[in-house]
């Protein structure tokens, strides 16, 4: 058997702490890219939230909307193609776009 010298056990140190930069490189990745879609997904929810504020008491309850309500619909309308654009993108997750 041959005997094993520091050089060797240098270079399993450095190859371990190699796979550990790498594992953890893979891990912040993977952390940003979540967070990505969350923060994608938070702005949108924001958005929607902000144009249902701006409906009116009758077009909410169900009413016929009034002409200041067909701005609503029509934003409305390009933050749900914004959603599919992103979808399109990967960018909304498949839980958020399955809800």
Not at 27 to 32: E, G, H, K, N, S
Not at 40 to 51: G, I, P
Request: hydrophobic share 40%.
């Amino acid at each position: 058997m041959s005997e094993v010298t520091w050089v060797d056990i240098a270079g399993l140190i450095i190859s371990a702490l190699t796979m550990l930069s790498i594992v953890f490189a893979a891990t912040q990745i993977v952390a940003q890219t979540r967070q990505m879609h969350r923060d994608f997904e938070a702005l949108y929810v924001e958005r929607y939230w902000a144009l249902m504020d701006r409906r009116s008491g009758e077009f909410e309850r169900g009413g016929k909307p009034r002409k200041e309500d067909r701005l609503v619909i029509h934003q409305y309308l390009q933050l749900c193609e914004d959603e599919i654009d992103l979808r399109g993108e990967e960018r909304v997750t498949n839980d958020t776009w399955g809800f």
